[in-house]
């Protein structure tokens, strides 16, 4: 039986929600960790869909994380050959950078609960059609990307222009992070303590992003449930 590829690239980063609805959807995936040295496949043969987790790393230091290069090329491949595809933050960026994008600094550094906006072409993806005009999503990110050839600008805000993008109708990016859970929130508070001493009006303090914390993570749940959506019935549709 094939199965989704997650590709994890640091141990506070893991699938979280999205694989919780994996779970729901009984779609059997595997999780590759890259920061463990596991090492790429070499085809994609068996896999019905990758998908790619966040990081601190940036995309690009392929000198220092030898295994971003042959990473892209394994994306470029899923791209090409039509396989439902999706990165988070740093998986977002290494779509858009394998597929001709950029990787620049943000001109902040977003860390928190912020709210992002529907492009215009944004209001008429399936990805976002059952949403609001601007709902709140959680960021942690210094670095964004710019968008690839063909990509539909889907989602922005007044700190990252570039928060949301598709291509077709199987690959799908994000900036922000639709997959955190309230331990997830909790844990990167302390992992990554060092992100929070920046002077950004746009990063939040510890207890302004765990305050009320379940039920903000209940919203961002039943909002990321419906972004995911459209794109887990393509991977679906291509079940064997």
């Not at 640091?10 to 040295?37: S, T």
């Not at 001709?100 to 492009?119: C, F, L, M, Q």
């Not at 009006?201 to 379940?214: G, K, S």
């Amino acid at each position: 039986m094939s199965e989704i590829l997650i590709l994890q690239h640091a141990e506070f980063e893991g699938p979280g929600f999205f694989g919780e609805l994996l779970r729901e959807h009984e779609l059997p995936f595997r999780v590759l960790r890259l920061d463990r040295g596991e090492a790429l496949p070499g085809t994609l043969e068996g896999i019905r869909a990758l998908v790619m987790m966040g990081g601190p790393m940036s995309v690009n230091d392929e000198d220092q994380y030898p295994w971003l290069g042959p990473e892209m090329a394994l994306i470029r491949q899923a791209v090409t050959t039509g396989l439902p595809t999706l990165g988070h933050c740093l998986g977002g960026q290494l779509i858009a950078r394998a597929l001709g994008g950029t990787i620049s600094r943000n001109p902040v550094k977003e860390i928190g609960w912020h709210a992002v906006e529907k492009t215009p072409a944004g209001m008429d993806s399936p990805y976002l059609h059952a949403l609001l005009q601007r709902f709140e999503l959680f960021h942690w990110h210094g670095e964004t990307f710019s968008l690839p050839e063909g990509a539909v600008h889907l989602l922005g805000n007044e700190n990252c222009t570039n928060q949301a993008f598709s291509i077709g109708g199987h690959v799908l990016g994000f900036q922000c992070h639709p997959e955190v859970t309230a331990r997830m929130v909790r844990d990167w508070c302390c992992d990554m303590a060092e992100d929070l001493e920046s002077l950004s009006p746009a990063v939040q303090t510890p207890q302004t992003m765990q305050q009320d914390l379940e039920s903000r993570i209940q919203g961002l749940h039943e909002t990321a449930r419906a972004i995911y959506a459209p794109w887990l019935a393509r991977v679906h549709a291509g079940t064997t």
